[in-house]
């Protein structure tokens, strides 16, 4: 089992910056994949960003791609997302997922952090 908790979110200004972070326990990431979602009021689930733990490379989509960027602290276990240049379009509840592997769904999620971004 893995326990994920979301932390980081608020209230900013378009353009702003904010950094999530995702802080796991439970057993060690080494070979899990580690996803940023959100969701928007009225809207489906969206993927943001997500890479191995172990890894390097990370996928962004394509809405925040150039904007943010993922890194890692071991000694913390814990995942951040570094939100740049944020517009109102990013307001979202995000939420970050746990998987083992690059293949299938994800069975851990965090209680997700409101990113709120007024214009």
């Known amino acids: 089992q893995v326990q994920l908790v979301e932390s980081g979110g608020g209230l900013v200004q378009a353009g702003g910056s904010l950094r999530l972070s995702c802080a796991a326990s439970?057993?060690?990431?080494?070979?899990?994949?580690i996803a940023w979602f959100r969701q928007a009021p009225g809207k489906e689930r969206e993927f943001v960003a997500g890479r191995l733990w172990s890894g390097s490379t990370t996928y962004f989509a394509d809405s925040v791609k150039g904007r943010v960027t993922v890194s890692r602290d071991t000694a913390k276990n814990t995942m951040y997302l570094q939100m740049n240049s944020l517009k109102p379009e990013d307001t979202a509840v995000y939420y970050c997922a746990a998987r083992v592997g690059l293949i299938g769904g994800y069975p851990y999620w965090g209680q997700g952090t409101q990113v709120t971004v007024s214009s």
């Open positions: 439970g057993r060690s990431l080494s070979s899990y994949y």
